[in-house]
């Protein structure tokens, strides 16, 4: 064998045959070698790689060098076996053993080891390839055993300081860790082998932990103090106290990794949770204001999140955060809102708002609690804004500030739920409608005032702005026809005595009550404007008819041609024209009759206004006024001092309107009559001069008219046109529906009529208009069944 150089007995595990691995250099191998010839060190058997299923048998590899020289043949595997079976040592089991044994038992006493790690795990190995792994399992584990039940007298003293108990306990539970450590790499060979094929028995590691856990951590004294002692810390901790959060971490990993956690801690520490956030959340309900409280809870979850976080086990986190959330927010639902959910929508306090509605997000029944209260807010406060007649002047704009306000909570505070946009369309919808017409016509006469000529407060942007905040609230109203009346009567106003601030912006809010209501609702108030049109172009074509004619005249006509279903109804007043208007009017009429016959025209002096040129002393004026105002200041071209009955009498102007049209002219800021005796009252003895001394620093003065309040009289006029219509659209449903159905029984015919009508309507109303329409032979009752009727053709 001197050809060999190295050789190697390997013995594999479950095999019956041992490989003989031969490497050869540049030379030839022998192509036999015989075990005789090999040295006595190389016939020694190597134990530490020897299998105990061996028989005995071996293979010889011989493998040819894999520099053969070209054309010369490939080497040859000869199989030959062992001639006699290696033999153990005497007493190799018990001595080896008492290797380890001494090894254990310095690793659990901290002291150092006499043998190296690599001797030690060398004797494991053997053991183990010898079928004396059994018996050394269970010789470790009674070792260790014995080392954990000597731990356990530590923990019995009575008199132990809690604080103190829990650092000895934490200490015991790590030098048992790191021990348990170090002994499974010595036998890590035994563990990859003999555990692995016995799967009812432990790991080395498992077996430490069970074996801890039985005679430690399950000692009832010992479990109760340890877990008492944890629930303290926790306890003083949630106070304020600095408590050893390692301590605590480490301590509950133990109870976690003893697969106890849950039974021996986790239930104890939750009753304790309910109990302290129970206690806790009725005092401080009885203490703090509802923004603090808010705080307060905030910052406690955010607290156990960190516990969570820091020493707690994961599989705690659902029920310790429901019970906080239970005790300090579910079981104050009600109390909370009916406590500060008022003040903090009044303010509004949107970071408090945030929190609350964060907080109520995450517990049972919570949003719905607090959409259910922020729609009884909405209505109560709304309710007080509609209710108070006392509010009316301020009403739309309260409307639109407190819509506002509900529109930037819901949107920053209650991340836009639609829950919650729906709660306050409902409450906007309940709480305007509860004064019957009233916010639909203090709405529309809003809308007046911001379109009129003279609201200088904002810009077309602005304007534009506010007009699709003023639908918002005309969406919630019921009676839109009312809304329509005052409208139409308004606009009529802005567009015949050019009080309108721009043309853009009625067409723009047209168009939107188009959008919202259909056509049928704006097509007289497009008439209106259509009429305006109209009579623009008439006037041109009247003035290139006068120019046409040759007929000169220092008066300049212009005539607005209004068509009467378009338009508010005006009364028909007389009065006393100077001749030469009346000859302009006449001959207006022949102008415009002869172009479109077959219609009658009728003069509203009402709706006039006029330039007049006046003299004063220091120089020439034009006044812009009105008809009525106009009539009076011309009857001083032929006096300079006229009394109240003789203005009365050459005008013909009603006495009421006659007292309003002086009181401009002379008691208010453009004073171009003296009255005497001077006074801001008409009385009927008053008279009146023209007064030259009259100074301006304007060349064109507009004198406005006083204009009459709204009486209740002409309101109630209003009202009454807005009933009469609905009478008229009540009628005109029924019998459309009829027409199609043909017979109907009473109950049908109302739901089918409050599908289709958009205004509020009582059922006695609608029995009133049915039985008008059977008068009217419109339509019949069944002879068989009262409650049908039928349609009559």
């Known amino acids: 064998m001197s050809e060999l150089a190295k050789t190697q007995d390997l013995v594999e595990e479950g095999g019956n045959q041992c490989r003989k691995r031969s490497h050869t250099n540049s030379e030839h191998c022998t192509k036999k070698a015989k075990l005789d010839d090999m040295s006595s060190s190389e016939k020694k058997a190597s134990f530490s790689i020897l299998n105990p299923n061996s028989n005995g048998n071996s293979i010889a590899l011989k493998l040819a060098s894999s520099m053969t020289k070209p054309g010369t043949t490939a080497k040859k595997l000869v199989i030959k076996n062992f001639k006699s079976k290696p033999n153990l040592p005497e007493n190799y089991q018990e001595t080896t053993w008492s290797k380890l044994r001494e090894a254990v038992i310095a690793i659990q006493t901290s002291k150092s080891i006499d043998y190296s790690l690599e001797e030690l795990y060398q004797a494991v190995e053997n053991m183990c390839s010898h079928k004396m792994a059994s018996q050394l399992y269970v010789n470790l584990t009674n070792l260790v055993e014995g080392h954990v039940k000597s731990n356990i007298e530590q923990f019995l003293s009575e008199s132990m300081d809690r604080q103190v108990f829990l650092k000895r306990m934490n200490d015991c539970w790590k030098a048992h860790c790191r021990q348990m450590i170090m002994i499974r790499s010595i036998f890590l060979y035994l563990d990859r082998t003999y555990v692995l094929q016995n799967p009812s028995i432990h790991s080395i590691w498992d077996m ?74 009725q005092r401080l309900m009885r203490e703090l204001p509802v923004p603090e409280y808010l705080a307060h809870v905030e910052k406690r979850l955010r607290e156990e999140n960190e516990r969570l976080l820091h020493y707690l086990d994961p599989c705690t986190k659902w029920q310790l955060i429901h019970s906080v959330e239970r005790q300090l927010l579910s079981e104050h639902l009600t109390g909370i809102l009916s406590k500060g959910l008022e003040s903090l929508m009044d303010g509004p306090r949107l970071h408090d708002l945030t929190t609350l509605y964060n907080l109520f997000s995450r517990v049972k029944d919570g949003l719905t609690e607090l959409c259910n209260h922020f729609n009884a807010y909405i209505k109560k406060k709304g309710r007080t804004i509609v209710i108070e007649p006392e509010r009316d002047k301020t009403m739309v704009g309260e409307l639109l500030e407190f819509k506002e306000q509900l529109d930037n909570i819901v949107t920053g505070c209650f991340q836009r739920n639609d829950r919650f946009l729906y709660s306050m369309r409902e409450a906007f919808e309940f709480f305007i409608n509860q004064r019957q017409n009233k916010p639909a016509e203090l709405i529309a006469k809003f809308v007046d005032l911001k379109l009129r000529a003279g609201n200088k407060e904002a810009t077309e942007e602005e304007l534009e702005r506010l007009l699709d905040k003023i639908m918002v609230l005309f969406r919630f109203i019921h009676g839109k026809d009312v809304f329509e009346a005052f409208y139409k009567k308004d606009l009529a106003k802005r567009l015949l005595v050019g009080k ?34 109209l009579s623009k172009d008439i006037n041109v074509t009247y003035k290139q008819h006068l120019a046409a004619s040759q007929e000169s005249s220092s008066l300049d006509l212009s005539v607005y041609i209004l068509t009467m279903g378009y338009w508010p109804t005006y009364s028909p007043v007389e009065i006393r024209l100077p001749a030469e208007l009346t000859r302009h009017q006449d001959h207006f009429g022949k102008f415009y009759l002869a172009k479109h016959s077959g219609r009658k025209l009728q003069w509203q002096p009402t709706l006039g206004h006029c330039v ?112 009469q219509d609905r009478q008229h659209q009540i009628d005109c449903a029924i019998v459309r529906v009829m027409k199609m159905r043909k017979a109907l029984s009473h109950n049908l015919l109302l739901s089918e009529l409050y599908n289709l009508l958009k205004f509020p309507v009582k059922p006695a109303d609608y029995k009133k208009r049915i039985e008008s329409l059977i008068d009217r032979d419109y339509m019949e009752r069944d002879k068989d069944n009262p409650n049908q009727y039928n349609y009559v053709a």
């Open 612 to 723: 007049l040129r006046a003299h004063f002393t220091q120089g020439k004026k034009e006044l812009q006024v009105s008809l009525f105002q106009a009539l009076v200041l011309l009857l001083f071209n032929d006096g300079d001092n006229l009394s109240f009955e003789d203005l009365k009498a050459n005008t013909n102007i009603e006495e009421g309107e006659l007292r309003r049209t002086l009181q401009s002219l002379a008691c208010g800021k453009a004073r171009v009559l003296c009255k005497s005796p001077r006074g801001r009252e008409v009385a009927d003895t008053d008279t009146f001069t023209f007064n030259g001394d009259f100074v301006n620093k304007l060349f064109r003065i507009k004198i406005n008219q006083i204009q009459m309040k709204e009486t209740t009289e002409e309101q109630k006029a209003t009202e009454e046109r807005v009933f």
């Open 208 to 281: 430490g932990l069970d074996l801890f856990r039985h005679h430690i951590a399950m000692n009832t004294l010992i479990q109760t103090r340890t877990v008492d002692g944890l629930l303290l810390l926790i306890e003083r901790e949630r106070g304020g106290d600095s408590v050893d959060i390692s301590l605590l971490k480490s301590l509950l990993r133990m109870l976690s990794d003893l697969q106890i956690y849950q039974d021996a801690f986790e239930h104890k520490f939750l009753q304790a949770t309910e109990r302290l956030y129970s206690a806790e959340g």
């Open 500 to 533: 309108s601030a721009s043309v853009d912006a009625e067409k723009s809010m047209l168009s939107k009550l188009k959008h919202e209501c259909g056509g049928g609702f704006t097509c007289k108030l497009e008439g209106m404007f259509k009429d305006m049109e």
